[in-house]
């Protein structure tokens, strides 16, 4: 059998044999339902019922509760994927930005001890992501449920010490969206789950800060129907979202916007690596296909201050179109065809022999 791809992240996991032109198969949600053993007391997000709760599997990228990844894997390897107990086949994980050794230790002792897989592999999201277009090196800007990282990549190897992390994330625009439409809507009570739908149809990135500030007294409010039959006004509202990433005080952070993270990341990379990295930016994640966002990331890269200007990387044609959505997992699919059949993945004899620290030796 192929080797798995998965890449999980704090909205979803997406797995899958690995196919690199396609699509993950699947995509699941991380958060759980989950059953409390008697005598436990809920901690989580309670569900009406009171043996039930509702458990975040990966906070702000990482894995938070283990017992409810190992349930999550077992139902997509096994029940989806199709893996027989006894019969596991190799598995690769894409890893976030600054993943602590020990989660990654962690990960790889789960995969070997309680799966018993043949071969493991691990790579960092901004690698695979450049691998999904063709490079080995440029720049990757990653706006995921959780959190934002933006990662120089230099000949297939992330350069730490100019990447940035930022507890911020999709999660967080979606309920600064909420505060601002319950402000237009006062009488109505709205559901995260239906505001998160609403950003998805509706957010709309200005094409620079004097349009985002016209459209604060200058716009068509449309009316939304919400699933519960309440009908809402929705205006404004739409295009503080992705202003929030070019100005993020509205979210209350005292930091620079994207465009500027970007040129400060880079300008702690050697010189010579300049032009190559920002005339090869990727934006990746579901926030990254606002309607608008593209186009405005490219205006304001035009006139930052750094003497190159980025310029965002245009994907393959025979790659989909969602790409920005799944480029790790894309490129996970690449990277598995050729570790596992030239034995650059970590075996179980390694396992056995070195234990869980042999992830920091074999996948870098």
């Not at 958060?31 to 702000?60: H, P, Q, S, Y």
């Not at 992501?129 to 990662?151: E, F, M, N, P, Q």
């Not at 300008?267 to 300049?274: F, L, P």
Request: aromatic letters at 8%; one cysteine or more; proline letters at 5%.
């Amino acid at each position: 059998m192929e080797a798995v791809v998965v890449d999980y992240g704090s909205k979803l996991l997406k797995a899958g044999i690995a196919s690199p032109d396609q699509d993950p198969p699947y995509i699941i949600p991380t958060k759980m339902k989950r059953v409390l053993e008697e005598g436990e007391e809920a901690g989580g997000d309670g569900t009406g019922n009171d043996e039930e709760v509702m458990v975040d599997t990966v906070v702000r990228g990482f894995v938070s509760d283990w017992d409810a990844m190992e349930d999550l894997l077992h139902h997509v390897l096994y029940t989806n994927i199709g893996w027989e107990i006894g019969d596991e086949g190799q598995i690769l994980f894409t890893e976030p930005l600054f993943t602590p050794k020990y989660l990654r230790e962690q990960l790889v002792q789960l995969m070997f001890e309680t799966f018993n897989v043949s071969g493991f592999y691990a790579s960092e999201q901004a690698v695979l992501s450049l691998y999904a277009v063709g490079r080995i090196s440029g720049c990757t800007i990653d706006i995921g449920h959780g959190k934002i990282d933006v990662a120089p990549v230099c000949e297939g190897a992330v350069h730490h010490m100019a990447s940035k992390r930022f507890e911020t994330g999709g999660v967080d625009l979606t309920n600064l969206l909420a505060q601002e439409l319950q402000k237009s809507n006062p009488s109505v009570n709205i559901d995260i789950s239906d505001v998160e739908k609403i950003k998805e149809l509706y957010a709309k990135c200005a094409s620079d800060q004097i349009e985002f500030e016209k459209m604060q007294n200058s716009y068509l409010p449309e009316q939304h129907t919400l699933p519960d039959g309440q009908v809402i006004t929705i205006g404004k509202e739409r295009y503080i979202v992705g202003e929030a990433l070019f100005q993020p005080q509205i979210l209350g952070l005292e930091e620079y916007g994207i465009v500027e993270q970007l040129v400060s990341s880079v300008s702690n990379v050697a010189s010579e690596y300049h032009r190559q990295l920002l005339e090869n930016t990727m934006l990746c994640g579901g926030t990254a296909a606002m309607t608008g966002f593209e186009k405005r990331f490219q205006s304001e890269a035009n006139v930052s201050a750094s003497a190159i200007r980025p310029a965002l990387v245009k994907p393959p044609e025979y790659m989909p179109e969602n790409l920005a959505r799944n480029s790790a997992w894309m490129g996970g699919a690449i990277l598995a065809k050729v570790v596992f059949p030239q034995n650059q993945h970590v075996t179980k004899g390694e396992y056995d022999e070195t234990g869980p620290a042999i992830v920091h030796k074999k996948c870098f």
